[in-house]
């Protein structure tokens, strides 16, 4: 089998929604909606190993702390183990009062009647029926006329309706699924919502949930806002109505969908964190709600450690979540390109001289801060890196700052480092590098030893110490204008190592008194080549010292 060469023989394209009045492009997400976990039961029956109690315990654990309030805790007529994780939810009382769980079935008498009886003794819970409604489904699966499946819809909202009066002690919600909507007729999905709620007869203080659900993604996003926009105009007493997107990924765009489905009308998130669910998955909550947070919308749920979150999950999954997962995948906040590393660098400058709190971060829609990470682990270093990268990561990792045109001269040995490696470059690589480049290991050519700097009668400065050479202490002095005029004119006498300064930089490696400082100095040796000197010493004028040694030791290997 081969793709076809005209695929429009055996796929038809999805017809458009007739709503020449939408309003949803025009609106904006301003506020959080409701959100639903289907981690433990939708996202359970999608494992290749389903999770057993304990795994279920942790992830609900999870949710509770993560901030989710109502919860679709499992689908107890499918078997014993959901069913006895569920009434010991209950028993156990390890329920919050402000978290409310919910539980799936069929509309079918006896799963329904299994269903409320493992919530008995619940203070408050949802019971979510659903049937599927499309055309498909009606001919190929059930074989019924639209008429019978809207019964079967009538039929278990009868038996919802019974069982609630029967449980009197808990506070009873209902949800009611016209599953596979997304392929349904709007006007049949609405037909049969409406007699669902002609049966449990909702409120405005105690709505009906509608969810509905993209079973199939089969359009564009947009197609979906138009569906949901055009059920919530048509449905009988809106504000009786609480309506719950429930999007699937099959096109890739689930979570768009989502996020327009909200701008269309909806009330109510259901999903999956990071997406687990059926084939390629169920809406990601974690995205859809930090989505929000970086357009300055509080969504409600707390994401801040969400390393230890991403790794509950996969313990539970037994899935790994992909290293470009949005928000939390282990490369998300990471650049190997020299512009974006470059970009970055730049963007964290700016920011320390920001005035208020606004993030404007070049390629980093969030500040990674805020959800736990590092920024350590923003920029990265590989044979395609420029050299912004690895001054980013000696910056973060040592303190220092080079000038520009030493990270030029720099980037070259990193360069020839990676390209003999073949890999990613860590912050150890480069600081090895770095001291060999720049002679600060030990032993070297020329070594301080001890030195005094004093003033002459006629203003120079006169440089007196001892320098090893080749471990041989010898005492040296010198005379210049300031203190690296002084070294570099005692090199010259008494070691006939030339050298002139070209410029000279310094800073702080960190803050406080006990801050160590660093020395750069640009240099010209006898050949005209530049040779760069590099000192680091809790003393800035010792650094300043070490930094012409620097060079001078890169010379004299020369």
């Known amino acids: 089998m081969t793709m076809l060469k005209n695929p429009g023989v055996k796929y038809r394209p999805f017809p458009p929604i007739n709503l020449p009045d939408r309003q949803w492009p025009s609106r904006v997400i301003d506020k959080a909606p409701r959100w639903l976990s289907t981690d433990l039961r939708d996202g359970n029956q999608a494992l290749i190993d389903p999770m057993g109690a304990e795994k279920k315990s942790r992830f609900f654990d999870l949710l509770l702390k993560v901030g989710v309030k109502e919860i679709e805790v499992g689908f107890p007529a499918s078997g014993a183990t959901d069913f006895d994780f569920i009434s010991g939810l209950v028993k156990s009382g390890r329920i919050p009062s402000d978290v409310t769980p919910q539980v799936l079935t069929q509309s079918r008498r006896d799963l329904i009647e299994t269903t409320f009886a493992s919530l008995e003794g619940a203070e408050k819970a949802i019971v979510h029926v659903y049937n599927a409604v499309s055309p498909a489904w009606r001919r190929i699966v059930f074989g019924m006329s639209r008429e019978e499946i809207k019964q079967i819809a009538i039929e278990g909202a009868k038996v919802m309706r019974d069982q609630a009066a029967k449980y009197h002690g808990t506070d009873w919600h209902f949800e009611y699924s016209p599953e596979t909507f997304s392929t349904a007729e709007v006007d049949f999905s609405v037909e049969v919502c409406a007699a669902v709620m002609e049966v449990l007869q909702p409120t405005t203080a105690k709505p009906i949930i509608f969810n509905l659900p993209a079973t199939v993604e089969c359009a564009t996003p947009n197609v979906y806002a138009d569906q949901v926009e055009l059920f919530s105009r048509s449905i009988p007493d809106r504000d009786k109505v609480v309506i719950s997107l429930h999007t699937h990924n099959d096109r890739g765009t689930g979570i768009a969908a989502c996020e327009l489905g909200l701008m269309a009308g909806g009330d109510r998130v259901e999903g999956c964190l990071f997406g687990n669910g059926e084939r390629t998955g169920n809406c990601d909550l974690v995205t859809v709600a930090l989505n929000m947070y970086t357009q300055g919308v509080d ?171 080749d471990d041989k202490e010898q005492t040296v002095s010198g005379r210049g204008n300031g203190l690296i005029s002084s070294v570099v004119a005692t090199l010259a006498e008494s070691f006939g190592e030339k050298l002139e300064v070209k410029d000279y930089s310094e800073h702080a490696m960190g803050a406080g008194s006990d801050a160590r400082a660093a020395a750069y100095v640009e240099c010209i040796g006898p050949d005209g080549k530049t040779i760069w000197g590099v000192g680091i010493d809790e003393d800035v004028a010792t650094a300043s010292v070490r930094a012409v040694l620097s060079a001078a030791n890169g010379l004299a290997r020369a």
């Open 299 to 469: 969504p409600g749920l707390d994401f801040s450690d969400i390393d230890a979150i991403a790794k509950t999950v996969e313990y539970c999954n037994q899935l790994p979540i992909h290293p470009r997962h949005p928000y939390v995948g282990e490369l998300v906040y990471t650049s190997f390109s020299g512009s974006h590393q470059d970009a970055i660098k730049k963007g964290f400058a700016a920011r320390e001289q920001q005035n208020d709190e606004a993030w404007e971060m070049p390629y980093l829609p969030i500040d990674p801060a805020d959800l736990g990470r590092s920024y350590e682990a923003v920029i990265r270093v590989n044979s395609q890196s420029g050299k912004g990268g690895f001054a980013w990561v000696l910056e973060q990792d040592q303190g220092l700052k080079l000038p520009k045109k030493m990270q030029a001269h720099f980037s070259g040995h990193v360069q020839n480092l990676a390209d003999e490696v073949g890999r990613e470059l860590f912050a150890d690589d480069i600081w090895e590098v770095f001291q060999r480049t720049y002679k600060l290991s030990t032993p070297q050519h020329f070594q301080l030893v001890d030195y005094e700097e004093s003033k002459a009668a006629d203003g120079t400065r006169v440089f007196a110490g001892k320098i090893a050479v």
